[in-house]
Structure formats: structure tokens, C-alpha cells
């Protein structure tokens, strides 16, 4: 066997999976995660070596990432066989969650709103995936979650989401950080449990991109600023332009700069999502 495979303290890594769907909507209480592997029949200081050793195996560069794609699949597939589908809620619940979090972050919100981490972590990857395939529906995004946020406040009470489950629907990939979701990191893109939330926000793809461009701006520091001035003097794309972005099945969608770099330039779409996109693709309006 892979030794990077081997269990670990008598639990492998499927059993591991499994004991992680069990446990999932009480990660932040120790007591209940204590009381219930050990009615899956694990003793519990067995269970938290386990935790241990896994995810410093997930953690571990040398391994390629290996691990924590094995455990994905199987984490997903306990879950859907323990909870019987993938965790759906509205567009409007959605909305309120995401407010809520801004506005007392990810764990009193998600309280105040009735709903896990969990439960959250497959919701908000769903609507995170269906917004970004369906940009002009969603618009308005941006709008409606200052909206939310504006009320809540000034004192009004947060949403209650209805978390419903589609029977048979495996769940999307979810992360084991429950970070991994307010800090706008992608379904799929896996965040170790213990990762801080700065940890968890350079797993999101702008930021990796943003620490990537920093490093072109900083090979060539008065090339970049020399080009930004000529283009606040001629009107081209600088920070704060309004600009449309063009996709590539040829659709256009507004935004506004929030940062250029060397051919790439972050645009924050009317829909609240950021993007760094190709500079060629962008024009001033």
C-alpha cells in the first residue's frame, strides 16, 4: 500500500471520510465530535491522532495533493450517504447567510441564520458555481447582498434559512475548513481544517493571482508605474475605471478596476464577484 495511505491509528483514510460526514455539524463542539465517534465504535483519542496525522498528510507538499484528492471523493459520498443528498437553499437564503457572515462572521452568522457549516459549505458552492456560469442573471448580486447587509445593521433580524436536500444528489465538493467558503474559495478547492483565514483566502484563486502579479509588479516596479500613468493620461484602464469585460463565448459584462497588473487586471463585476481577466479583454466605457 501507498504509504501515504496507511491508516492511522487503526482508521483509514475512507474511515476517516466517513467519521468527518458524522461529525460534520458539530466541528466546533468537542464533546458532541468526542460523543459520536465513539458511537461509530472509534475511540476518540484514536479519532483526534487520526484528525492529526490525515490532515498533515494533506498538508504535505512533497505528496502533490494526492491525499486530499483521495479524501474529497470519499467525503462526498458519505455525506450524501449519511444525510441523503446535496444541501440546497434559496437564492434569497443564500443572500441572507452571506449577509449575516459579513456582518458577525462565519460562525455567529451562520447560528444566527439556523444553518452548519456544514450545510453552508454545500449551499454556498453551489449558488458561488451557478452565479459565476450565469453572470447576467445574477447581476444584481452585489446590490441585493449590501441590502441585506444595510438591514441587518441597522437591527434587523437575520434570515432563517431552509436547508433542503436533493435525494440521490451527491453534494458538491466542500471544504474541511469552514473558512474555506466566507473567504470566496471555490467548491472543490480543498483548505485544510486547520488552515487560519488568511490561510484559507490564499487558497481563492484571485488572491494566488493577486500574490503573482505582485511579484511581475515588483520585477519591473517604474515600467509598471510609468504604463499606469500613461494610461490615467490617455484614458486607458486604470483602478477605478468602469470597464467592460469580455468573455469568451463573446459576451461583454460591466465592472470596475479595482487593480492592474502586468497583462492582467482585477475587475470587480456588477454582481460583487472579483476576477483578474486578460488586460486585452477589458475596455473603458
Avoid at 468573455?247 to 497583462?263: D, K
Wanted: charged share 15%; glycine share 10%; net charge neutral.
Amino acid at each position: 500500500m501507498d504509504p501515504a495511505m496507511q491508516p492511522i491509528n487503526g482508521i483509514s483514510l475512507e474511515r476517516y471520510a466517513d467519521l468527518g460526514a458524522a461529525i460534520a455539524d458539530f466541528m466546533n463542539d468537542p464533546a458532541k465530535v468526542a460523543e459520536i465517534v465513539a458511537k461509530e465504535g472509534v475511540n476518540p483519542a484514536d479519532f483526534e491522532a487520526a484528525k492529526v496525522g490525515w490532515t498533515a498528510r494533506m498538508q504535505d507538499m512533497s505528496l502533490m495533493g494526492r491525499v486530499a484528492m483521495a479524501y474529497m471523493p470519499l467525503y462526498q459520498a458519505a455525506l450524501a450517504r449519511r444525510k441523503g443528498g446535496q444541501a440546497q437553499a434559496s437564492y434569497e437564503d443564500f443572500v441572507g447567510a452571506s449577509a449575516a457572515i459579513k456582518v458577525w462572521g462565519p460562525q455567529v452568522g451562520l447560528d444566527a441564520c439556523g444553518v452548519s457549516m456544514s450545510d453552508w459549505s454545500e449551499v454556498a458552492g453551489h449558488w458561488t458555481q451557478t452565479m459565476a456560469q450565469n453572470m447576467g442573471q445574477y447581476a444584481g448580486h452585489h446590490g441585493y447582498l449590501s441590502q441585506e447587509e444595510a438591514r441587518l445593521r441597522a437591527g434587523g433580524q437575520p434570515r432563517r434559512v431552509n436547508v433542503v436536500r436533493a435525494q440521490g444528489q451527491m453534494p458538491q465538493a466542500v471544504n474541511a475548513n469552514p473558512m474555506a467558503a466566507a473567504m470566496g474559495v471555490p467548491a472543490g478547492v480543498y483548505v485544510p481544517p486547520g488552515a487560519t483565514p488568511v490561510q484559507a483566502a490564499m487558497q481563492n484563486q484571485v488572491m494566488q493571482q493577486a500574490a503573482q502579479n505582485q511579484a511581475a509588479i515588483n520585477a519591473d516596479p517604474f515600467g509598471h508605474a510609468f504604463g499606469q500613468v500613461a494610461a490615467f493620461v490617455t484614458g486607458g484602464v486604470v483602478a477605478g475605471s468602469n470597464v467592460m469585460v469580455r468573455w469568451p463565448n463573446g459576451q461583454e459584462y460591466g465592472g470596475r478596476v479595482m487593480q492592474t497588473a502586468p497583462q492582467q487586471t482585477l475587475v470587480q463585476f456588477s454582481n460583487g464577484a472579483q476576477e483578474w481577466v486578460p488586460a486585452n479583454a477589458v475596455r473603458v466605457v
